[in-house]
Protein backbone atom coordinates (compact mmCIF):
# COMPACT_ATOMS: atom_id res chain seq x y z
CA UNK A 1 0.00 0.00 0.00
CA UNK A 2 1.09 3.79 -0.66
CA UNK A 3 1.93 5.15 2.51
CA UNK A 4 2.19 9.39 2.86
CA UNK A 5 3.06 10.50 6.00
CA UNK A 6 3.07 14.07 7.21
CA UNK A 7 5.22 15.39 10.31
CA UNK A 8 2.36 16.75 12.25
CA UNK A 9 -1.11 16.29 12.43
CA UNK A 10 -1.76 19.23 14.52
CA UNK A 11 0.10 22.68 15.10
CA UNK A 12 -0.10 25.53 16.65
CA UNK A 13 1.87 28.48 15.95
CA UNK A 14 1.90 32.20 16.19
CA UNK A 15 2.04 34.88 13.32
CA UNK A 16 5.72 35.72 12.23
CA UNK A 17 7.11 32.20 12.90
CA UNK A 18 8.87 30.19 10.12
CA UNK A 19 6.88 27.01 9.93
CA UNK A 20 7.92 23.62 8.41
CA UNK A 21 5.41 21.04 7.24
CA UNK A 22 7.25 17.98 6.35
CA UNK A 23 5.72 15.12 3.67
CA UNK A 24 7.09 11.50 3.15
CA UNK A 25 6.26 9.38 0.71
CA UNK A 26 7.14 5.47 0.12
CA UNK A 27 6.39 4.56 -3.35
CA UNK A 28 9.50 6.42 -5.19
CA UNK A 29 6.04 8.63 -6.77
CA UNK A 30 8.09 10.75 -9.13
CA UNK A 31 5.41 13.71 -8.10
CA UNK A 32 4.23 15.21 -5.00
CA UNK A 33 1.96 18.37 -4.06
CA UNK A 34 0.98 20.19 -1.89
CA UNK A 35 -2.78 21.49 -1.11
CA UNK A 36 -4.46 23.20 1.50
CA UNK A 37 -7.91 22.75 2.80
CA UNK A 38 -10.81 25.16 4.07
CA UNK A 39 -14.44 24.87 4.29
CA UNK A 40 -16.30 26.29 1.10
CA UNK A 41 -13.53 26.08 -1.11
CA UNK A 42 -12.33 22.69 -1.33
CA UNK A 43 -8.42 21.81 -1.89
CA UNK A 44 -6.80 24.19 -3.34
CA UNK A 45 -2.82 23.82 -4.92
CA UNK A 46 0.03 25.48 -3.53
CA UNK A 47 2.76 23.74 -5.32
CA UNK A 48 3.73 20.39 -7.05
CA UNK A 49 7.30 18.84 -7.63
CA UNK A 50 7.58 16.53 -10.55
CA UNK A 51 11.32 15.84 -9.34
CA UNK A 52 14.02 16.02 -6.86
CA UNK A 53 14.80 20.08 -6.91
CA UNK A 54 12.04 20.84 -9.10
CA UNK A 55 8.69 22.64 -8.26
CA UNK A 56 6.08 24.34 -9.81
CA UNK A 57 3.42 26.80 -8.76
CA UNK A 58 -0.10 25.71 -7.71
CA UNK A 59 -3.32 27.79 -8.10
CA UNK A 60 -2.28 29.71 -4.54
CA UNK A 61 1.36 30.08 -3.93
CA UNK A 62 1.93 33.41 -2.10
CA UNK A 63 2.84 33.18 1.35
CA UNK A 64 4.68 29.97 0.85
CA UNK A 65 7.95 27.52 -0.70
CA UNK A 66 8.19 24.29 -1.15
CA UNK A 67 11.90 22.09 -0.62
CA UNK A 68 12.70 18.62 -2.82
CA UNK A 69 15.86 17.88 -1.88
CA UNK A 70 15.07 14.08 -2.06
CA UNK A 71 12.36 11.81 -4.23
CA UNK A 72 10.87 10.73 -1.35
CA UNK A 73 10.09 14.45 0.86
CA UNK A 74 8.59 17.21 -0.27
CA UNK A 75 8.28 20.28 1.68
CA UNK A 76 5.92 23.28 2.96
CA UNK A 77 7.40 26.19 4.31
CA UNK A 78 5.62 29.12 5.20
CA UNK A 79 7.90 31.84 5.65
CA UNK A 80 6.58 33.99 8.16
CA UNK A 81 3.06 32.46 9.12
CA UNK A 82 -0.13 34.56 9.02
CA UNK A 83 -3.60 34.02 10.68
CA UNK A 84 -4.89 33.33 7.07
CA UNK A 85 -3.05 30.39 6.40
CA UNK A 86 -4.85 28.92 9.22
CA UNK A 87 -5.85 25.98 7.36
CA UNK A 88 -5.93 21.64 6.93
CA UNK A 89 -2.86 20.99 4.87
CA UNK A 90 -2.73 18.27 2.46
CA UNK A 91 0.23 16.40 0.88
CA UNK A 92 0.03 14.07 -1.90
CA UNK A 93 1.93 11.74 -4.31
CA UNK A 94 1.53 10.60 -7.89
CA UNK A 95 3.25 8.07 -9.98
CA UNK A 96 4.63 9.63 -13.58
CA UNK A 97 1.63 9.67 -15.51
CA UNK A 98 -1.02 12.48 -15.15
CA UNK A 99 -3.70 9.82 -14.63
CA UNK A 100 -2.11 7.80 -12.16
CA UNK A 101 -3.34 8.31 -8.32
CA UNK A 102 -3.60 10.28 -6.28
CA UNK A 103 -2.54 9.43 -2.76
CA UNK A 104 -3.08 11.72 0.22
CA UNK A 105 -1.34 12.01 4.01
CA UNK A 106 -3.35 12.25 6.90
CA UNK A 107 -3.13 16.24 6.63
CA UNK A 108 -1.67 18.68 8.90
CA UNK A 109 -4.32 21.19 10.93
CA UNK A 110 -2.67 24.38 11.21
CA UNK A 111 -4.09 27.04 13.65
CA UNK A 112 -1.87 30.48 13.45
CA UNK A 113 -2.84 32.63 16.36
CA UNK B 1 -11.69 21.06 -17.21
CA UNK B 2 -14.68 19.20 -16.69
CA UNK B 3 -17.06 20.10 -13.76
CA UNK B 4 -18.62 17.46 -11.88
CA UNK B 5 -22.22 17.68 -9.95
CA UNK B 6 -23.17 15.67 -6.84
CA UNK B 7 -26.03 16.10 -4.30
CA UNK B 8 -25.13 17.33 -1.29
CA UNK B 9 -26.07 14.60 0.80
CA UNK B 10 -27.42 11.27 1.09
CA UNK B 11 -28.52 8.60 3.81
CA UNK B 12 -28.50 5.03 3.66
CA UNK B 13 -29.41 2.42 6.22
CA UNK B 14 -26.43 0.34 7.83
CA UNK B 15 -26.23 -3.12 5.52
CA UNK B 16 -27.83 -1.76 2.31
CA UNK B 17 -26.13 -1.12 -0.81
CA UNK B 18 -25.27 3.11 -1.34
CA UNK B 19 -25.66 4.60 -4.61
CA UNK B 20 -23.73 7.76 -5.27
CA UNK B 21 -24.59 9.80 -8.53
CA UNK B 22 -22.35 11.80 -10.23
CA UNK B 23 -22.93 13.93 -13.47
CA UNK B 24 -20.53 15.24 -15.54
CA UNK B 25 -22.08 16.24 -18.88
CA UNK B 26 -19.02 18.00 -20.10
CA UNK B 27 -16.50 15.32 -19.68
CA UNK B 28 -14.15 14.81 -22.97
CA UNK B 29 -12.90 11.35 -24.31
CA UNK B 30 -9.70 11.30 -22.63
CA UNK B 31 -10.54 12.23 -18.86
CA UNK B 32 -10.75 9.58 -16.02
CA UNK B 33 -13.38 9.64 -13.35
CA UNK B 34 -11.93 9.17 -9.69
CA UNK B 35 -13.89 8.90 -6.76
CA UNK B 36 -12.48 9.78 -3.30
CA UNK B 37 -13.66 10.03 0.21
CA UNK B 38 -12.53 11.80 3.34
CA UNK B 39 -13.91 11.55 6.79
CA UNK B 40 -13.74 14.63 8.84
CA UNK B 41 -10.78 16.13 9.76
CA UNK B 42 -8.73 13.14 8.10
CA UNK B 43 -7.06 13.41 3.94
CA UNK B 44 -9.01 11.84 1.67
CA UNK B 45 -9.24 8.28 0.50
CA UNK B 46 -8.77 7.12 -2.82
CA UNK B 47 -11.64 4.49 -3.74
CA UNK B 48 -12.03 3.84 -7.53
CA UNK B 49 -11.14 5.20 -11.15
CA UNK B 50 -12.09 4.71 -14.26
CA UNK B 51 -12.04 5.44 -18.40
CA UNK B 52 -15.33 3.86 -20.21
CA UNK B 53 -15.77 0.73 -18.33
CA UNK B 54 -17.78 -0.18 -15.55
CA UNK B 55 -14.71 -0.82 -12.61
CA UNK B 56 -14.90 -3.01 -9.27
CA UNK B 57 -12.79 -3.15 -5.95
CA UNK B 58 -13.18 -4.19 -2.68
CA UNK B 59 -14.03 -1.33 -1.78
CA UNK B 60 -16.83 -0.20 -4.49
CA UNK B 61 -18.01 -0.44 -7.73
CA UNK B 62 -18.06 1.88 -10.63
CA UNK B 63 -20.73 2.18 -13.23
CA UNK B 64 -19.93 4.80 -15.98
CA UNK B 65 -22.97 5.67 -18.74
CA UNK B 66 -22.30 4.18 -21.96
CA UNK B 67 -22.35 8.20 -23.03
CA UNK B 68 -19.60 8.96 -20.01
CA UNK B 69 -21.94 11.73 -18.89
CA UNK B 70 -22.60 10.57 -15.79
CA UNK B 71 -21.44 7.63 -13.01
CA UNK B 72 -22.46 5.81 -10.05
CA UNK B 73 -20.24 4.83 -7.26
CA UNK B 74 -21.67 1.88 -5.58
CA UNK B 75 -20.77 0.66 -1.65
CA UNK B 76 -22.32 -2.62 -1.85
CA UNK B 77 -22.96 -3.06 2.11
CA UNK B 78 -22.46 0.15 3.69
CA UNK B 79 -21.44 0.64 7.21
CA UNK B 80 -21.06 2.94 9.89
CA UNK B 81 -17.18 3.77 8.55
CA UNK B 82 -18.67 4.70 5.34
CA UNK B 83 -20.01 7.86 6.49
CA UNK B 84 -17.83 10.56 4.49
CA UNK B 85 -17.88 13.22 1.93
CA UNK B 86 -17.22 11.05 -1.07
CA UNK B 87 -15.94 13.57 -4.21
CA UNK B 88 -16.53 12.38 -8.12
CA UNK B 89 -13.69 13.88 -9.82
CA UNK B 90 -12.49 13.88 -13.88
CA UNK B 91 -8.95 14.55 -14.37
CA UNK B 92 -7.79 16.06 -17.63
CA UNK B 93 -4.46 15.73 -19.52
CA UNK B 94 -2.84 18.18 -16.88
CA UNK B 95 -3.62 15.61 -14.29
CA UNK B 96 -5.21 18.53 -12.02
CA UNK B 97 -7.23 17.46 -9.07
CA UNK B 98 -10.17 19.51 -8.78
CA UNK B 99 -12.49 18.57 -5.59
CA UNK B 100 -16.28 19.81 -5.66
CA UNK B 101 -18.36 20.13 -2.95
CA UNK B 102 -19.48 16.33 -2.90
CA UNK B 103 -21.87 14.28 -1.35
CA UNK B 104 -21.87 13.99 2.49
CA UNK B 105 -23.59 10.16 2.77
CA UNK B 106 -24.30 9.31 6.43
CA UNK B 107 -24.70 5.32 7.17
CA UNK B 108 -27.69 5.00 9.94
CA UNK B 109 -27.92 1.87 11.90
Known amino acids: DVKVTQSSRYLVKRTGEKVFLECVQD?????MFWYRQDPGLGLRLIYFSYDVKMKEKGDIPEGYSVSREKKERFSLILESASTNQTSMYLCASRAGGHHDTQYFGPGTRLTVL | DAKTTQPPSMDCAEGRAANLPCNHSTISGNEYVYWYRQIHSQGPQYIIHGLKNNETNEMASLIITEDRKSSTLILPHATLRDTAVYYC??????????FGQGTELSVKP
Open chain 2, 89 to 98: IVISQGGKLI
Open chain 1, 27 to 31: MDHEN
